[in-house]
C-alpha cells in the first residue's frame, strides 16, 4: 500500500538552512513531488524529482532521495520568514492521483 | 506556467442545500483533474478522479451521489456537493494534470464550504 510520512513541525532561525524529511512505502514510486501550502490557499508546486535521480537542485532548494531507503528531503538554504508554510511531500505510483504526506509546518524566526 | 482557478474561493451554505464548485485550469488542457479534501491540519486526501468525457473515478468511502463531479470540457470540473450538511464543511481543492512527460499535477487555491 502506499503510506507517506513527515515530521510535523519543523522551528529554524531565519539564515539557517531547512531539512525536512520524508518517508515512503511503495518503491513503484515514479516521482516524488514537493508542494508548499500556505494558510488558507492552495498547494504551490516547488519541485519534484524522478525516481532514478538521486538529486535535484533548483536555486535555493535542494532534494535528495535516497530510492534505497525510500527517503526524500527537501533542503531550502537561507532560509527566510517568507518560507513559513506547510509542506508535503507527494509520491506518485502507477495510478495518476499522488499520495500526499501528512505535511511539515516550518516556521521561520527572524 | 500552469494556472488552476477554483470559484468561489469560500461559501457558505445553508444545511440542505447544493453547492456547485468550478475547477478550471487556465493555460493548459487538462484531461483528467482530481478533487481532493482536506480537513484542518490534515493532509489532503483524494476524493475522485475526473476524465473527461466520463464517469469520475470515486475513492472507497467517497458517496458519488453526495459529490457529483462533471468534466465537461479539457478546462472545467465541477464539484456539486448535494444536499449538504455540516460535516461537508471542508477546504476542497482541485488539480489539473498537464499533459507533458511528467503528467504534473497543478492545484488550485482550493475553496472553503462552511454548512450552517
Redesign the interface.
Known amino acids: 500500500g502506499e503510506d507517506v510520512e513527515q515530521s510535523l513541525f519543523l522551528s529554524v532561525r531565519e539564515g539557517d538552512s531547512s531539512v525536512i524529511n520524508c518517508t515512503y512505502t511503495d518503491s513503484s514510486s515514479t516521482y516524488l513531488y514537493w508542494y508548499k501550502q500556505e494558510p488558507g490557499a492552495g498547494l504551490q508546486l516547488l519541485t519534484y524529482i524522478f525516481s532514478n535521480m538521486d538529486m535535484k537542485q533548483d536555486q535555493r532548494l535542494t532534494v535528495l532521495l535516497n530510492k534505497k531507503d525510500k527517503h526524500l528531503s527537501l533542503r531550502i538554504a537561507d532560509t527566510q520568514t517568507g518560507d513559513s508554510a506547510i509542506y508535503f511531500c507527494a509520491e506518485r505510483t502507477g495510478r495518476r492521483a499522488l499520495t500526499f504526506g501528512s505535511g511539515t509546518r516550518l516556521q521561520v524566526q527572524p | 506556467g500552469a494556472v488552476?482557478s477554483?470559484h468561489p474561493s469560500w461559501v457558505i451554505c445553508k444545511s440542505g442545500t447544493s453547492v456547485k464548485i468550478e475547477c478550471r485550469s487556465l493555460d493548459f488542457q487538462a484531461t483528467?483533474m482530481?478533487w481532493y479534501r482536506q480537513f484542518p491540519k490534515?493532509?489532503?486526501m483524494?476524493m475522485a478522479?475526473s476524465n473527461e468525457g466520463s464517469k469520475a473515478t470515486y475513492e472507497q468511502g467517497v458517496e458519488k451521489d453526495k459529490f457529483l463531479i462533471n468534466h465537461a470540457s479539457l478546462t472545467l470540473s465541477t464539484l456539486t456537493v448535494t444536499s449538504a450538511h455540516p460535516e461537508d464543511s471542508s477546504f476542497y481543492?482541485c488539480?489539473g494534470?498537464r499533459p507533458d512527460f511528467?503528467?504534473?499535477?497543478?492545484?488550485?487555491?482550493?475553496t472553503?464550504l462552511t454548512v450552517l
Request: a negative charge; aromatic letters at 14%; charged letters at 15%.
Open positions: 488552476v477554483q483528467t482530481f490534515q493532509s489532503l483524494l478522479t481543492i488539480s494534470e511528467t503528467d504534473t499535477q497543478y492545484f488550485g487555491p482550493g472553503r
